[in-house]
């Protein structure tokens, strides 16, 4: 795209596409006006005001169009008063996006980790050979691990959506533009009949029906919103930190701690976020419980912003996830209109409102700072810390952050009281967790178990204990285990004490006949790709990495040395780079070479 476009106008289309989100412009649009010149007229407190309507309005020229042209770009840069290098710096960071025209209707199929082991290559063989290379392209992760291959369509004026259990000719007809859409399978062998018991995250899926708020409050929905406004702010902060609950996004940092600093915070406003922008390979908890018990995310959210002082809340969701954003935007506009949300909640005297970020296909926004560019309206790159989000979040305001796991975790405890939470698990790891079971695995899917449960309980539930090569924990910034390992207790402890991590609850079995150097190295390039390329440790070791690998397989796994680079390469990053991308971009290369897991059959 030429740089030099402030003469290009929009089509009639993409105009109203964007006035239809923005409003109709308040003065005439003058197309011979320099930029400088509207920038002067429109003042910088009001570009600064609307900048956060930049990626919102990218997606509705994308959704409705299809891609994003220089002149609607350009009406973009002009209504929200944005130096069009910036917008164009925005529009190009994000892979779901399209600054060049393609056609209405691209299919983009997922060759990572989990997609791999159920066909994924052979499909994108099979793709390569009968379809046009301008109506498909690879993909990362698509958050649908339990049921690849996955393939999702972007649709020019239409709904996108997801074809799970892809073959050739499913991705064909959904490129034709056939009406029917399959059902995907389950995801939560737990709740199929016979149902298990004890249940506590999951205990609505397949019960309460997720558009039905009565059906939400029948199955116990807003009785720990009552119990919260009963308690205080104070009282809600003490259950959290009584209940020992840790973030369950990866980092385990203790969310009363987080809460109590918001709260006390002296400037205002507050925020509350919910990452929901879980790229994670192999990760899919998020997904489920936003498709299939959103109201409970809804509640969450208003609990955290009574108790935190906020009157605005944020949910940001992956880009791919367009089931779980109907479901939840549906659970926001029906409790704003029941009185459960907005300017007087359950006549509380009370106001939270609760707004939808979609991204657009960043793994890097699932970082939290990244995550508040994003919303800004500026590329989703991390922040350095300190300061914290604590102290200096969204908009530079105090902001509490959770995942979407965590959150609904505090329906439980304010609801029973933190020391019952606590209850359960070990000292260190209280509560239940979700745990993403893929692979090779008679029963893939999202399985809710207490923390302590060994990794061998938790294999036998989903039907694999046998024929076992290697087993990923905590997704592609994880770790790689053997097999004499999955006597493991799954807490936060137990597995940091086998030089293992939780990571986003991700549990990945490859089997014997697993190609494990194709899954390393499709991890060092997604690592690769995914590096926002801010800093220089995690922009250039990210590649050098891969590089590394690749000679090590040339070599038929002798190392030569290679190990050692890797080594220092992942301790410059770790040490280096700005946010945990570069952290742990190299943990799973790491933790295979280590258990010689690239070995030569000669050696192995």
């Known amino acids: 795209m030429d740089l030099h476009f402030l003469d290009a106008t929009p089509t009639d289309e993409e105009r109203a596409a964007l006035d239809n989100l923005l409003g109709p412009p308040t003065e005439p649009d003058e197309p011979g006006e320099a930029l400088e010149e509207?920038?002067?007229?429109?003042?910088?407190?009001?570009?600064?005001?609307?900048?956060?309507?930049?990626?919102?309005?990218?997606?509705?020229?994308?959704?409705?169009?299809?891609?994003?042209?220089?002149?609607?770009?350009?009406?973009?840069?002009?209504?929200?008063?944005?130096?069009?290098?910036?917008?164009?710096?925005?529009?190009?960071?994000?892979?779901?996006?399209?600054?060049?025209?393609?056609?209405?209707?691209?299919?983009?199929?997922?060759?990572?980790?989990a997609c791999k082991l159920v066909g994924a290559d052979e499909l994108c063989a099979t793709l390569e050979k009968t379809l046009d290379a301008d109506s498909w392209r690879r993909s990362p992760c698509l958050g649908q691990c339990e049921r690849g291959p996955a393939v999702m369509f972007q649709l020019a004026g239409d709904e996108d959506w997801v074809l799970t259990a892809a073959t050739a000719d499913g991705v064909r007809q959904g490129l034709e533009g056939g009406s029917e859409r399959p059902t995907p399978a389950p995801s939560t062998p737990q709740t199929a009949e016979p149902r298990e018991e004890g249940l506590r995250i999951l205990r609505r899926v397949g019960v309460a029906d997720p558009t039905s708020l009565d059906e939400y409050r029948e199955h116990g929905g807003y009785v720990a919103l009552r119990r919260a406004i009963s308690l205080g702010s104070d009282g809600i902060i003490r259950e959290i930190k009584d209940s020992g609950l840790r973030g369950r996004g990866g980092a385990a940092f203790p969310m009363g701690i987080k809460w109590d600093a918001v709260a006390k915070a002296p400037v205002r406003p507050h925020y509350v976020v919910c990452n929901a922008d879980e790229s994670e390979p192999g990760t899919f908890k998020d997904r489920v419980l936003m498709e299939e018990d959103?109201?409970?995310?809804?509640?969450?959210?208003?609990?955290?912003?009574?108790?935190?002082?906020?009157?605005?809340?944020?949910?940001?969701?992956?880009?791919?996830?367009?089931?779980?954003?109907?479901?939840?935007?549906?659970?926001?506009?029906?409790?704003?209109?029941?009185?459960?949300?907005?300017?007087?909640?359950?006549?509380?005297?009370?106001?939270?409102?609760?707004?939808?970020?979609?991204?657009?296909?960043?793994?890097?926004?699932?970082?939290?700072?990244?995550?508040?560019?994003?919303?800004?309206?500026?590329?989703?790159?991390?922040?350095?810390?300190?300061?914290?989000p604590t102290q200096v979040g969204l908009f530079g305001k105090p902001t509490v952050v959770n995942n979407v796991e965590t959150l609904v975790n505090v329906l439980d405890i304010v609801s029973d009281g933190g020391p019952s939470f606590a209850s359960i698990g070990s000292k260190d790891s209280t509560g239940p967790k979700l745990f993403c079971v893929s692979g090779d695995v008679a029963t893939p899917g999202l399985y809710e178990v207490p923390f302590g449960t060994t990794l061998r309980e938790l294999l036998e539930k989903a039907g694999s204990t046998k024929s076992i090569q290697s087993i990923l924990l905590g997704g592609a910034a994880g770790t790689f285990i053997g097999a004499d390992e999955i006597d493991v207790p799954l807490t936060f402890e137990g597995t940091r004490a086998i030089g293992a991590s939780l990571g986003s609850g991700v549990v990945m079995v490859f089997g014997e006949k697993a190609n494990l150097t194709d899954i390393l190295l499709r991890i060092a390039e997604f690592f690769r790709d995914e590096s926002c390329g801010q800093c220089v440790p995690c922009r250039v070791g990210t590649v050098r990495v891969e590089e590394a690998l690749h000679r090590i397989v040339e070599n038929d796994g002798r190392q030569n040395g290679e190990v050692e680079l890797i080594d220092e390469l992942a301790q410059v990053m770790s040490d280096a780079s700005i946010c945990g991308l570069g952290h742990t971009a190299a943990s799973a290369v790491q933790s295979a070479l280590s258990r010689n897991l690239l070995a030569p059959k000669d050696d192995a």
């Open 294 to 388: 959103p109201f409970a995310i809804v509640e969450a959210m208003t609990i955290a912003c009574f108790a935190s002082g906020s009157e605005r809340g944020y949910i940001y969701i992956r880009g791919e996830y367009h089931h779980a954003t109907h479901r939840l935007q549906n659970a926001i506009d029906i409790a704003t209109r029941r009185g459960f949300l907005g300017e007087d909640v359950m006549g509380e005297g009370f106001r939270v409102d609760l707004e939808i970020r979609r991204g657009a296909g960043a793994y890097i926004c699932g970082e939290e700072t990244a995550l508040f560019n994003s919303i800004e309206g500026f590329r989703g790159e991390p922040r350095n810390k300190p300061p914290f």
């Open 38 to 113: 509207h920038v002067i007229r429109g003042g910088w407190q009001a570009a600064a005001s609307r900048r956060h309507l930049l990626l919102p309005a990218l997606h509705a020229v994308q959704g409705d169009i299809g891609w994003i042209s220089q002149g609607a770009l350009n009406y973009i840069c002009r209504r929200l008063t944005v130096p069009p290098a910036e917008a164009y710096g925005v529009a190009t960071f994000y892979s779901l996006l399209a600054t060049e025209k393609r056609p209405p209707r691209v299919a983009h199929v997922c060759d990572d980790i």
